[in-house]
C-alpha cells in the first residue's frame, strides 16, 4: 500500500523548482494624480526578460496582474480611489509564477478643493475667510495664494466646523485673486479660485457748493485718482437717495432735491467698489431757510422804528439778522416759534427812509433776505413867523429849517385850502386875506407818507389900511 501511495503521487515541476525568486523593482513613483486615479510608474528590472507584475495593496487585496516589458518604464493607473487618501501598495515582480518579496510603497490621491470661500469680514486692509473643511473626518491642512502663485500662508486644518483665516496689509478698495488648495501628505488640491475685494476707503470731506430752499449741491473729491469709484449716498437713517457714478478725474457733485426749507440733514456717503461699500463717510447740512413774508411798522417816531413780523416757522425757531440794504449790520435777532417777533430800531435820522434786509438764520445759513423800507416821522415845524404884506391883503409866513429829512410842508390857513410848501423852502405867502384879522394856521411837515406832529401858530393882517378907511369914511 505504501508502495501503491508512492505510485500515486503527483508528478515534481521539475521547471518550477529551478526558479529562482525574481528581484522587486528599485522604486514607484506617482507619473500623475487625481482625485481618484494613481498613475503609478517603474523601470522595468534590469534583464532580458520581460518580467510581469502583480499589484495589490498592502493588506493583500489584489488590484491587477500587469504585463511587463524589457524596455522603458512600466506605467499603470490605480482607479476609483478616494480623494485626499494614502494607500499602502505592494507591487510584486512575476517570474515563472514566482513572486519576488514584494516592493512595498505608500501614495496618497489628490484631497478635494473646497467647494467655496466667503468673506466675513473686510477692512481696508484685511480680508477675514471662511470656509467649510474638505471632510468632517480628516483634518486637511491649506495653503493660500493669490493667483500669479505668491505663496501667503500654510493654514492648519480641522474636522470640525468652519475653519477661518485673515489676509492682511492689503490695499484699500482692490480686488484680489487667491487660490486655496487642499493639502495632504504634502500633495495639494487642483485648487479652488476665487476673488475677494477689500473695502475701499472713505472721501475725506463733502462741501456744499450750492443751497437753495429745497435743493444742496455736494461736492467731494474722489477718493483715487486712478480707480473710477462708484459712491451711494443716504440719509442717515439708511434712506437710500442714489447711486452715483463717479470718476477718477476732478471732483464729484451731486444735487439732492425735494428738501424742506431750513432743516438739518444729515448724510452718509458711501464709496462702492465690486458692491463692497466702505465704511461711510457721515456729514450734515441745512438748507437755506425762508425768508419772512412781510414786515410792518408797529410804532415809529422821530428815530426809532418798530418792527414786527411773523416767524418763518411756528416749529422752529429760527433767528434773524438785520441789516440795512447796503450791507451795514444792524443787529442779531433771537427769533421764536410762537407769536409775532418785534425789534425796534434805534437813533434813526428824523422823516428819513430807510432800506432794510431781513435775513433768516439757520445754523448759520441765511435766507435769500426780505427787503422792506420804512420811514421815521419826520421833525415838526418850529420857529413860525408872520410879516406884513400888501395892506393886510396879504401876509408872509416863514419858519425855521426842520431837523431831519422833510419833502414838503403842508400848510393851512383857516377859510382856505392847503398849501403845500414843497423841496427845502421855509417860506410862504398867504394871498387873498383881510386887513386886521387873525389867522389860526397849522405848519406840517411831510416825509413820503409820514406827517410830523402838527404845529399851530396865529398870524395877524397888517391893521394899519383898515384903520386909515376906517376914518376916511368916519
Known amino acids: 500500500m505504501r508502495g501503491s501511495a508512492q505510485a500515486s503521487a503527483l508528478p515534481v515541476n521539475k521547471d518550477r523548482m529551478k526558479a529562482t525568486r525574481p528581484p522587486d523593482v528599485n522604486d514607484v513613483t506617482v507619473k500623475e494624480r487625481s482625485e481618484t486615479t494613481l498613475r503609478l510608474q517603474w523601470n522595468p528590472v534590469p534583464s532580458e526578460t520581460a518580467y510581469n507584475y502583480t499589484l495589490q495593496y498592502s493588506n493583500g487585496t489584489k488590484i491587477d496582474d500587469i504585463t511587463g516589458s524589457a524596455g522603458g518604464p512600466v506605467t499603470y493607473t490605480v482607479r476609483n480611489l478616494i480623494a485626499g487618501t494614502e494607500y499602502s501598495f505592494t507591487l510584486f515582480t512575476v517570474l515563472q509564477h514566482v513572486d519576488s518579496s514584494g516592493h512595498n510603497f505608500s501614495a496618497t490621491t489628490r484631497p478635494s478643493d473646497v467647494n467655496d470661500v466667503t468673506v466675513k469680514e473686510c477692512s481696508e486692509t484685511t480680508l477675514r475667510l471662511q470656509w467649510n473643511p474638505v471632510s468632517s473626518e480628516t483634518a486637511y491642512n491649506y495653503t493660500l495664494q493669490y493667483s500669479n502663485g505668491t505663496k501667503i500662508d500654510d493654514i492648519t486644518g480641522s474636522a470640525g466646523g468652519p475653519l477661518t483665516y485673515t489676509v492682511r496689509n492689503l490695499t484699500a478698495g482692490t480686488e484680489y485673486s487667491f487660490t486655496l488648495f487642499t493639502v495632504f501628505q504634502h500633495v495639494n488640491s487642483s485648487g479652488h479660485n476665487f476673488s475677494a475685494p477689500t473695502r475701499p476707503s472713505d472721501v475725506n470731506d463733502v462741501t456744499v457748493k450750492e443751497r437753495s430752499e429745497t435743493t444742496l449741491r455736494l461736492q467731494w473729491n474722489p477718493v483715487s485718482s486712478e480707480t473710477a469709484y462708484n459712491y451711494t449716498l443716504q440719509y442717515s437713517n439708511g434712506t437710500k437717495i442714489d447711486d452715483i457714478t463717479g470718476s477718477a478725474g476732478g471732483p464729484v457733485t451731486y444735487t439732492v432735491r425735494n428738501l424742506t426749507a431750513g432743516t438739518e440733514y444729515s448724510f452718509t456717503l458711501f464709496t462702492v467698489f465690486q458692491h463692497v461699500n466702505s465704511s461711510g463717510q457721515h456729514f450734515s447740512n441745512v438748507t437755506r431757510p425762508l425768508s419772512v413774508i412781510d414786515v410792518t411798522v408797529k410804532e415809529r417816531s422821530e428815530t426809532?422804528?418798530?418792527?414786527?413780523?411773523?416767524?418763518?416757522?411756528?416749529?422752529?425757531?429760527?433767528?434773524?439778522?438785520?441789516?440795512?440794504?447796503?450791507?451795514?449790520?444792524?443787529?442779531?435777532?433771537?427769533?421764536?416759534?410762537?407769536?409775532?417777533?418785534?425789534?425796534?430800531?434805534?437813533?434813526?435820522?428824523?422823516?428819513?427812509?430807510?432800506?432794510?434786509?431781513?435775513?433768516?438764520?439757520?445754523?448759520?445759513?441765511?435766507?435769500?433776505?426780505?427787503?422792506?423800507?420804512?420811514?421815521?416821522?419826520?421833525?415838526?415845524?418850529?420857529?413860525?413867523?408872520?410879516?406884513?404884506?400888501?395892506?393886510?391883503?396879504?401876509?408872509?409866513?416863514?419858519?425855521?429849517?426842520?431837523?431831519?429829512?422833510?419833502?414838503?410842508?403842508?400848510?393851512?390857513?383857516?377859510?382856505?385850502?392847503?398849501?403845500?410848501?414843497?423841496?427845502?423852502?421855509?417860506?410862504?405867502?398867504?394871498?387873498?386875506?383881510?386887513?386886521?384879522?387873525?389867522?389860526?394856521?397849522?405848519?406840517?411837515?411831510?416825509?413820503?407818507?409820514?406827517?410830523?406832529?402838527?404845529?399851530?401858530?396865529?398870524?395877524?393882517?397888517?391893521?394899519?389900511?383898515?384903520?386909515?378907511?376906517?376914518?376916511?369914511?368916519?
Open 304 to 474: 426809532t422804528l418798530r418792527l414786527q413780523w411773523n416767524p418763518v416757522s411756528s416749529e422752529t425757531a429760527y433767528n434773524y439778522t438785520l441789516q440795512f440794504s447796503n450791507g451795514t449790520k444792524i443787529d442779531d435777532i433771537t427769533g421764536s416759534a410762537g407769536g409775532p417777533v418785534t425789534y425796534a430800531v434805534m437813533n434813526l435820522t428824523l422823516g428819513t427812509v430807510y432800506n432794510f434786509t431781513l435775513i433768516t438764520v439757520f445754523e448759520q445759513v441765511k435766507s435769500m433776505g426780505h427787503s422792506f423800507s420804512a420811514v421815521t416821522i419826520p421833525p415838526q415845524v418850529t420857529g413860525l413867523h408872520c410879516g406884513y404884506m400888501s395892506g393886510g391883503y396879504a401876509f408872509s409866513l416863514s419858519w425855521n429849517p426842520p431837523q431831519g429829512v422833510w419833502t414838503q410842508v403842508e400848510v393851512e390857513i383857516s377859510g382856505q385850502s392847503p398849501r403845500n410848501v414843497t423841496g427845502t423852502k421855509t417860506d410862504i405867502v398867504i394871498k387873498h386875506v383881510k386887513p386886521a384879522q387873525t389867522y389860526h394856521i397849522t405848519a406840517t411837515s411831510v416825509s413820503e407818507t409820514m406827517k410830523s406832529e402838527t404845529a399851530t401858530f396865529e398870524c395877524q393882517t397888517d391893521p394899519r389900511v383898515f384903520g386909515a378907511e376906517h376914518a376916511k369914511y368916519t
